[in-house]
């Protein structure tokens, strides 16, 4: 079942979920979900989260290509997600999102009160302010309730400037993209050191080679590849992997899945 498949030393809290469909709404049993920075924060105010996921009244993904999902979308979720969900008499606000969830239209609430404030929590990790673009915004802070486990501390980091492709006159015409738009070659790709990553697959309990990892670590998110070269302990970082400006940054969270490059 379902407790079989918890990973060794990951931590868990049990979170509240409901289902939200066209025409009720179901409560769900609270089920074991591996924590993340978010509910690491506020470990003990975990009662006050739940988690709301929209689908269709058999309980599937809705898909709203295949009925009037404007008009489902603008009249009923919208409504919720701006005013909230009473459940005996206490309301439930929407927080936020991170962007596995919102592929299964799977959102954050909570209950608020003085004493927890989702909101200056993201306010106190990192500057969101400056993106313009609202959906990038909500992306950008949802990288706070990713799932990720703690592996270690790095005690290099390093940033290095990303390869820009020089003569990008053929690629700009067959890509269909602006002159202004930049082409980098190292585009969300990182490196990092063997010793560290030697660690994420022990930690992991992965026995075959590993060359790329996906990772979060702080305000970073992307793929890392192995450099022996590197001194240890090393991560080196480049700005296309850098999202946000963050105020603390230290551990680095490996993504669920390892890829090995062959």
């Given at each position: 079942g379902y407790?079989?498949?918890?990973?060794?030393?990951?931590?868990?809290?049990?979170?509240?979920k409901?289902?939200?469909?066209?025409n009720?709404i179901?409560?769900r049993?609270?089920l074991?979900e591996?924590?993340?920075r978010?509910?690491?924060k506020?470990?003990?105010?975990?009662?006050?989260?739940i988690?709301?996921t929209?689908?269709?009244?058999?309980?599937?993904?809705?898909?709203?290509?295949?009925t009037?999902?404007?008009?489902i979308?603008?009249e009923?979720?919208k409504?919720?997600?701006?005013?909230?969900?009473?459940?005996f008499n206490?309301k439930?606000?929407?927080?936020?999102?991170?962007?596995?969830?919102?592929?299964?239209?799977?959102?954050?609430?909570?209950?608020k009160d003085k004493?927890?404030?989702?909101?200056?929590?993201?306010e106190?990790?990192g500057?969101?302010?400056?993106?313009?673009s609202?959906?990038?915004?909500?992306?950008?802070?949802?990288?706070?309730?990713?799932?990720?486990?703690?592996?270690?501390?790095?005690?290099?980091?390093?940033?290095?400037?990303?390869?820009?492709?020089?003569?990008?006159?053929?690629y700009?015409?067959?890509?269909?993209l602006e002159?202004?738009?930049?082409?980098?070659?190292?585009?969300g790709?990182g490196?990092?050191?063997?010793?560290?990553?030697?660690?994420?697959?022990?930690s992991?309990?992965?026995?075959?080679e590993?060359?790329a990892?996906?990772?979060?670590m702080?305000?970073?998110?992307?793929?890392?590849?192995l450099?022996k070269?590197?001194?240890l302990?090393?991560?080196?970082?480049?700005p296309?992997?850098i999202?946000?400006?963050?105020?603390?940054?230290e551990?680095i969270?490996?993504?669920?899945?390892?890829?090995?490059?062959?």
């Amino acid at each position: 079942g379902y407790y079989s498949k918890m990973i060794p030393d990951v931590k868990y809290f049990k979170i509240r979920k409901i289902l939200i469909t066209p025409n009720m709404i179901l409560f769900r049993e609270d089920l074991p979900e591996e924590g993340n920075r978010m509910l690491d924060k506020f470990k003990d105010k975990v009662k006050n989260f739940i988690r709301v996921t929209f689908t269709d009244n058999d309980g599937k993904s809705c898909n709203y290509a295949m009925t009037d999902g404007y008009r489902i979308v603008d009249e009923y979720i919208k409504d919720i997600l701006l005013k909230g969900i009473a459940i005996f008499n206490e309301k439930y606000e929407f927080v936020i999102y991170s962007n596995s969830q919102i592929k299964d239209h799977s959102v954050w609430f909570a209950k608020k009160d003085k004493n927890f404030s989702p909101s200056k929590y993201f306010e106190s990790v990192g500057y969101f302010d400056k993106e313009q673009s609202i959906s990038k915004k909500l992306s950008r802070i949802g990288l706070l309730c990713t799932t990720a486990s703690k592996v270690c501390k790095i005690e290099n980091i390093k940033i290095e400037k990303d390869i820009e492709l020089k003569d990008q006159s053929n690629y700009i015409k067959y890509l269909g993209l602006e002159k202004k738009e930049q082409i980098l070659l190292t585009d969300g790709c990182g490196k990092i050191s063997g010793d560290i990553l030697k660690i994420i697959k022990d930690s992991n309990n992965i026995s075959d080679e590993v060359s790329a990892i996906q990772f979060r670590m702080g305000a970073s998110k992307g793929t890392l590849i192995l450099d022996k070269s590197l001194d240890l302990s090393t991560v080196v970082l480049r700005p296309s992997l850098i999202k946000f400006e963050e105020k603390d940054c230290e551990e680095i969270c490996p993504h669920n899945q390892l890829c090995s490059l062959r």
